[in-house]
């Protein structure tokens, strides 16, 4: 069964870290790049950071830049998003996703990605 699952979101206070994690099955991230994407209620889904299969690039949006960071282990066929410094804007759901064989770091939005998680929830609050 091929699927995406996320974990390790949470409630933290403003300041915090998290580390979530997106553990792929049924499938090798080897050759797809990895998407985070977050919604807030209300708010449209969008893209978070993304690192590509082939040399590992990355792409970060305005919002997260210098507090998140995206890798990937593919050994583990397993990526992360570490949170740092969080603040309650980063409340949502955060959604990891899959694209084969494609850089999404230009446009991370513009494409249809393969395979998505289900979402874990992360709130920020005091």
């Known amino acids: 069964q091929v699927q995406l699952v996320e974990s390790g979101g949470g409630l933290v206070q403003p300041g915090g870290s998290l580390r979530l994690s997106c553990a792929a099955s049924?499938?090798?991230?080897?050759?797809?790049?990895i998407g985070w994407f977050r919604q807030a209620p209300g708010k449209k889904r969008a893209g978070v950071s993304c690192?590509?299969?082939?040399?590992?690039?990355?792409y970060y949006a305005d919002s997260v830049k210098g507090r998140f960071t995206i890798s990937r282990d593919n050994a583990k066929n397993t990526a992360y998003l570490q949170m740092n410094s969080l603040k309650p804007e980063d409340t949502a759901v955060y959604y990891c996703?899959?694209?084969?064989?494609?850089?999404?770091?230009?446009?991370?939005?513009?494409?249809?990605?393969?395979?998505w998680g289900q979402g874990t929830q992360v709130t920020v609050s005091s």
């Open positions: 690192i590509s299969s082939s040399d590992d690039s990355t």
């Open positions: 049924g499938f090798t991230l080897d050759y797809y790049a």
């Open positions: 996703a899959a694209l084969f064989n494609t850089d999404p770091t230009k446009d991370m939005d513009s494409y249809e990605y393969d395979y």
